[in-house]
């Protein structure tokens, strides 16, 4: 097991912290790094948001999520006990001039050189007002650090307003743009398992390559975040942030060091290598979907417009065709596809290499398939790769497709910090190389504002489809034009 080192001793500001994120995900993930030893006595951890609370009703509150799942034990109660002393709850209305940015000043260690975490687990609108609060307040310090929720913004605009309004505040450098998938352990092993492996590179191109899939699939509709979900959509709450990060470390070229500015330029050279979709293209490139009744494991959900209460023209589904027009992949397309209410909870990214130029063995000994490198990232995270083998045993020479599997659960037997638990520390620790860069995000709106007006030029069609299955039928012709197929039923 790798060791788990401390980090500095630091203070973190959850604004939002009422809410479903930092309820169900910020307040267990820094509980856990306190669990194993990775924060220190002296750190601070401040819960702000605008409902009144007294400080124990909110520790008794964030406790629920603790033990939500029964894990109860004595050792837990003890760490909870010790860690709740830390976590202190101010009131305060993030987006106004109110006494609470004062409470909250005074609920910080005094010392400006200590780490300052502030986590705006808040609506993307009102980023600018909470850095003028902060700054109002002096509590812009210069290691102070800010942590934006995706999405920044709801288009190109927007983004590069919100961009503007929270570095007059602060520097680039401290501004931590964050993308809950960049830390989960199979992305972040994306990169070595490309350039540490000298097998996968002289073949990770379109002479060996013959297409991409991204799949992102939830059996969830969208519940509690209906009323953002519905101004949102697939497109905007998925493909915008997680699938082109997934897709940039896929294509990105071999940078010189895995500094962050070094890996952050070479994804966005992949962003701005997308060809654009445009009115006349749409309809072959893209397919968008809304979930309508159906079952999941056997039990009947309703459709979207029943579960938000009105009709409406947001997408739960979206699968698209990209052209990264480089020298590295002309040619060879990358699927991109997420939706709601699928069939099954997955994310995985799968590169299906080109098949052999020449059959040896003959049709009759089985089928011939082609190398697959699968990614899965979730739910269990692990790397395969498929291959064709002799089937053991006499009677004859026999083909079987099996993988080399890498399961991360059978490999690895510790329990490694999930993506928010690590996502923070490496705030602390000051590394960006895991987040977004603000060309990168305003590169990738460009490219999704694109879909979107192409979109309304061509009003583009609305297909249903039945809740417990992998989306409309039109996004399974868009490969079989080209005689591909979504890996959907098949068993790794």
């Known amino acids: ?78 760490a909870w ?9 101010v009131d305060l209305d993030a987006s106004g001039e109110g006494e609470g940015w004062a409470r909250l000043k005074d609920a910080l260690d005094p010392d400006d050189d200590k780490i300052r975490l502030y986590y705006l687990a808040l609506p993307p609108s009102i980023y600018g007002s909470v850095c003028a609060g902060l700054a109002r307040q002096g509590l812009n310090t210069p290691n102070a650090r800010i942590v934006l929720e995706k999405p920044i913004g709801s288009n190109y605009h927007t983004a590069r307003a919100i961009n503007d309004k929270v570095g007059e505040v602060f520097n680039e450098n401290n501004i931590f743009r964050i993308d809950h998938y ?8 994306l990169l070595i398992l490309r350039f540490a492996n000298y097998l996968f590179e002289p073949m990770w191109n379109a002479n060996g390559i013959d297409h991409v899939q991204i799949t992102v ?8 975040r209906a009323s953002y979900y519905d101004r949102s959509g697939a497109l905007r709450d998925m493909v915008q942030n997680h699938l082109l990060q997934l897709a940039c470390l896929v294509a990105m070229e071999p940078p010189e060091s895995l500094e962050a500015d070094s890996v952050r330029t070479e994804k966005l050279k992949v962003l701005k290598a997308l060809r654009p979709v445009t009115p006349a293209s749409v309809a072959n490139d893209v397919v ?19 579960e938000v209460g009105t009709d409406t023209e947001t997408e739960t589904f979206v699968a698209i065709r990209a052209q990264v027009d480089n020298w590295r992949w002309a040619g060879v397309p990358f699927y991109m596809r997420t939706g709601k209410r699928m069939a099954s909870r997955r994310s995985e990214i799968i590169v299906q290499f080109k098949q052999i130029p020449h059959d040896i063995v003959g049709a009759a000994k089985g089928a011939l398939h082609p190398n697959r490198l699968v990614i899965r990232l979730q739910p269990d995270e692990g790397v395969k790769l498929m291959l064709m083998t002799k089937d053991p045993g006499p009677g004859g020479l026999r083909l079987r497709y099996v993988p080399l599997n890498l399961s991360y659960a059978e490999h690895f037997e510790a329990n490694y910090p999930d993506a928010y638990e690590r996502l923070l520390m490496a705030v602390v620790r000051g590394n960006l190389s895991l987040f977004m860069r603000r060309d990168e995000v305003e590169a990738a709106w460009r490219w999704v504002d694109g879909i979107i007006h192409a979109w309304d030029e061509s009003q583009a069609k609305l297909y249903g489809y039945q809740a417990g299955t992998d989306g409309p039928t039109p996004s399974a012709l868009m490969l079989a034009r080209e005689d591909r197929e979504w890996f959907d039923a098949i068993s790794y």
Not at 54 to 77: P, Y
Not at 81 to 89: G, I, Q
Not at 288 to 306: D, K, L, N
């Open 1 to 78: 097991m790798a060791e788990l080192v401390p980090v500095e001793p630091f203070d973190i500001v959850v604004f939002g912290a009422t809410g479903d994120l930092a309820l169900r995900k910020l307040i267990p993930a820094l509980f856990h790094r306190w669990c194993d030893g990775q924060i220190t006595d002296d750190s601070r951890i401040v819960a702000a948001s605008r409902e009144p609370m007294a400080q124990e009703a909110f520790r008794e509150l964030a406790s629920t999520h603790i033990f939500d799942n029964g894990n109860v034990t004595d050792a837990r109660r003890k």
């Open 217 to 224: 699939a939830e059996t969830l509709g969208a519940g509690k």
């Open 288 to 306: 968008r979907g809304q979930y309508q009744a159906g079952a999941i494991g056997g039990e009947t959900v309703p459709g979207y417009a029943e």
């Open 81 to 89: 006990a010790a860690f709740s002393e830390r976590l202190n709850y």
């Open 182 to 189: 960049l830390g989960k352990e199979t992305v972040q092993n």
